[in-house]
């Protein structure tokens, strides 16, 4: 695969694309992409150390709005590489880009991006980024440079 199609991403996973993701179209359906997103999403913030954070302030992230584009069908059977980055912080939620990068065709696949609100869950109210998130944030992505 073509690294550099990935760079600039700090996590980045990989997977198998399995049978079952098939539609009647004889491609994966387009509900399942959202799905490699949040794995993605999800491995950056356990690497970040949100979970940890979450559990001692009742301060976590939920996914308020999702999008993709879809430049290449994926089908069985394919491994993907998909990458997660913060490409933009704002006061109360952030914004990140998803890429998916299909190894059989060695090209990007599909593109998105996930709205992230900052939720006290215990209050059921959104809140400010954290500072300590922030810098959680920044020094995943710094790595990444």
């Known amino acids: 695969m ?3 199609l990935l760079a600039g991403f700090p996590v980045v996973i990989t997977q ?7 539609d ?3 491609h994966v359906n387009n509900a399942v992409y959202f799905r490699y997103f949040e794995n993605a999403r999800l491995e950056y913030f356990r690497r970040m150390g949100w979970f940890d954070y979450e559990e001692r302030t009742g301060i976590g992230p939920i996914l308020a709005a ?3 584009r879809f430049r290449k069908p994926l089908t069985y059977p394919d491994t993907i590489s998909v990458g997660v980055r913060v490409a933009e ?3 109360d939620r952030f914004t990140m880009e998803h890429r998916i990068v299909s190894q059989r065709l060695d090209a990007i696949a599909t593109e998105g991006k996930g709205t992230i609100v ?3 869950y215990k209050e059921g ?3 400010p980024i954290p500072l300590e998130v922030r810098q959680m944030i920044a020094r995943l992505e710094k790595g990444s440079q």
């Open 2 to 4: 073509n690294e550099s």
């Open 66 to 68: 999702t999008e993709a």
């Open 24 to 26: 009647a179209y004889q």
């Open 125 to 127: 109210k959104k809140v």
């Open 118 to 120: 900052t939720m006290h």
């Open 89 to 91: 912080l704002g006061d």
């Open 16 to 22: 198998a694309v399995v049978w079952g993701e098939m």
